[in-house]
């Protein structure tokens, strides 16, 4: 026993059975586990959203049109391979054991995808390496993810999944936060050129350190007994067995993912296009961008990490609901507002509830997988999501053609979110008394 009085777990070399957890993990192995959300962060945060996409659609490419086509077209071929491989390699981890190795190859793989664009030249010549590379990276980013999330039922039990989850997530937010933050001020503010190539080397630096603690001490699993050879062919046939059987056996699951998908899409859109709508609805300097997505990542990370117990109290589909619920109300009021003070009020609140919806989703899905089915459950959790990411970009770029208004576009994702909760609001998860 720790000294909180929790069980702990064989020692970091020592393989667990597959399963779930039968008590919480100690204090350093949850920190750890939160630790790599902070470390991973650096890239969808920093590379991925606000500093290095933009250098390569600004400052590599020769103009800002072929950069965002060559970067768009990239990452769409990115979540193409990303829905076929993560519930592969979910299967993978789920049958032959050894999960923190296989976190710890696809976490080195991320370190050196992003290290490499530090060679990205701002010259076009430059641009095909660049989008690729960055391309490469979010495929293996998501196929650690995978391994990640698996993590929670070995680490967490379902009276603690939320919290755990808040926690990591919640770190994950805060740990973006501060990245940019150092990126901006070692590379880019006060500076007439800004040096944009080393903040991909800060950003693979970052996912070393702090990813490094769970590769160590977190927890690792035995191969399944009596598992046949590996095979590709053989792997998607189970998972498509595995479909068929959600169908007969765990509709409520397989309601699940289709529904997460959805509203996982509208969460995802609200982040993406704050900034966009901000600095063309409600006329913020550049700068004054930057303030607003410091604010909202930490606004997110806190609220996000404080209502996980809210998660394990109520169960997550109170505050996946009740997350929704205030989404929809606050971004149609962005959309009534003319105000620059009103939109800050409303952002602050729509970022208390993104964070927490996201982390009570992936607790809920902890709590509806049976043991064994973790990794393979969040690979088919990230090819759901992907199978539906088109739908709140459109709904956002059919709502201005309607509306005649870059604002109007808020009103399509409205419309994604209130698809997302109608489709939520008939599940009763099977599993979800376990946490009472």
Same mark, same amino acid.
């Given at each position: 026993?720790?000294?909180?009085?929790?069980?702990?777990?064989?020692?970091?070399?020592?393989?667990?059975?597959?399963?779930?957890?039968?008590?919480?993990?100690?204090?350093?192995?949850?920190?750890?586990?939160?630790?790599?959300?902070?470390?991973?962060?650096?890239?969808?945060?920093?590379?991925?959203?606000?500093?290095?996409?933009?250098?390569?659609?600004?400052?590599?490419?020769?103009?800002?049109?072929?950069?965002?086509?060559?970067?768009?077209?990239?990452?769409?071929?990115?979540?193409?391979?990303?829905?076929?491989?993560?519930?592969?390699?979910?299967?993978?981890?789920?049958?032959?054991?050894?999960?923190?190795?296989?976190?710890?190859?696809?976490?080195?793989?991320?370190?050196?995808?992003?290290?490499?664009?530090?060679?990205?030249?701002?010259?076009?010549?430059?641009?095909?390496?660049?989008?690729?590379?960055?391309?490469?990276?979010?495929?293996?980013?998501?196929?650690?993810?995978?391994?990640?999330?698996?993590?929670?039922?070995?680490?967490?039990?379902?009276?603690?999944?939320?919290?755990?989850?808040?926690?990591?997530?919640?770190?994950?937010?805060?740990?973006?936060?501060?990245?940019?933050?150092?990126?901006?001020?070692?590379?880019?503010?006060?500076?007439?050129?800004?040096?944009?190539?080393?903040?991909?080397?800060?950003?693979?630096?970052?996912?070393?350190?702090?990813?490094?603690?769970?590769?160590?001490?977190?927890?690792?699993?035995?191969?399944?007994?009596?598992?046949?050879?590996?095979?590709?062919?053989?792997?998607?046939?189970?998972?498509?067995?595995?479909?068929?059987?959600?169908?007969?056996?765990?509709?409520?699951?397989?309601?699940?993912?289709?529904?997460?998908?959805?509203?996982?899409?509208?969460?995802? &859109?609200? #982040? +993406? *296009?704050?900034?966009? /709508? $901000?600095? !063309?609805?409600?006329?913020?300097?550049?700068?004054?961008? %930057?303030?607003?997505?410091?604010?909202?990542?930490?606004?997110?990370?806190?609220?996000?990490?404080?209502l996980g117990r809210?998660?394990?109290?109520?169960?997550?589909?109170?505050?996946?609901?009740?997350?929704?619920?205030?989404?929809?109300?606050?971004?149609?009021?962005?959309?009534?507002?003319?105000?620059?003070?009103?939109?800050?009020?409303?952002?602050?609140?729509?970022?208390?509830?993104?964070?927490?919806?996201?982390?009570?989703?992936?607790?809920?899905?902890?709590?509806?997988?049976?043991?064994?089915?973790?990794?393979?459950?969040?690979?088919l959790y990230a090819?759901?999501?992907?199978?539906?990411?088109?739908? &709140?970009? #459109? +709904? *956002?770029?059919?709502? /201005? $053609?309607? !509306?005649?208004?870059?604002?109007?576009?808020?009103?399509? %994702?409205?419309?994604?979110?209130?698809?997302?909760?109608?489709?939520?609001?008939?599940?009763?998860?099977?599993?979800?008394?376990?946490t009472r």
């Amino acid at each position: 026993m720790d000294h909180d009085g929790v069980h702990i777990p064989p020692q970091p070399g020592f393989p667990l059975p597959a399963g779930h957890a039968s008590t919480t993990a100690p204090r350093r192995v949850l920190f750890a586990w939160g630790l790599w959300d902070w470390g991973q962060q650096t890239f969808n945060t920093v590379m991925l959203t606000f500093v290095f996409s933009v250098y390569i659609t600004t400052g590599v490419a020769a103009d800002e049109a072929t950069g965002t086509a060559a970067l768009s077209g990239a990452q769409t071929w990115a979540g193409v391979i990303i829905a076929l491989v993560c519930p592969l390699m979910g299967v993978l981890a789920d049958r032959y054991g050894r999960r923190r190795r296989l976190l710890g190859i696809s976490t080195l793989g991320l370190v050196l995808a992003m290290a490499s664009l530090f060679w990205a030249e701002p010259d076009p010549s430059y641009l095909t390496f660049a989008v690729i590379m960055l391309a490469v990276a979010s495929v293996i980013s998501e196929i650690a993810t995978v391994f990640y999330n698996g993590m929670l039922l070995q680490i967490a039990t379902p009276s603690t999944f939320g919290r755990v989850s808040g926690m990591g997530w919640g770190l994950g937010y805060l740990g973006g936060l501060v990245a940019l933050v150092a990126c901006l001020f070692l590379f880019v503010l006060g500076r007439d050129s800004p040096a944009i190539q080393p903040v991909a080397l800060l950003s693979a630096a970052w996912t070393a350190v702090f990813c490094l603690p769970l590769l160590i001490m977190g927890p690792n699993t035995a191969p399944a007994a009596g598992t046949e050879k590996f095979s590709v062919v053989g792997a998607y046939r189970d998972i498509l067995r595995r479909i068929v059987d959600l169908w007969r056996h765990q509709r409520s699951l397989l309601h699940f993912f289709v529904a997460s998908a959805i509203f996982r899409d509208g969460l995802g &859109a609200v #982040f +993406a *296009f704050a900034g966009i /709508i $901000a600095a !063309g609805s409600f006329f913020f300097s550049e700068e004054e961008v %930057i303030y607003l997505g410091i604010a909202a990542n930490l606004v997110a990370g806190i609220s996000t990490w404080a209502l996980g117990r809210a998660d394990d109290r109520l169960g997550p589909r109170v505050v996946i609901v009740a997350g929704l619920a205030v989404l929809v109300v606050t971004c149609t009021a962005v959309f009534l507002t003319t105000s620059q003070a009103a939109f800050w009020v409303c952002a602050v609140v729509i970022s208390v509830c993104v964070g927490p919806v996201q982390s009570a989703s992936r607790s809920m899905l902890a709590r509806m997988t049976p043991p064994g089915r973790e990794n393979e459950n969040f690979g088919l959790y990230a090819t759901t999501g992907r199978a539906v990411s088109f739908l &709140a970009p #459109f +709904a *956002f770029t059919v709502a /201005i $053609a309607v !509306g005649d208004t870059q604002k109007a576009g808020i009103l399509g %994702i409205v419309v994604v979110l209130v698809l997302g909760l109608a489709a939520f609001l008939p599940l009763r998860a099977q599993h979800e008394d376990a946490t009472r």
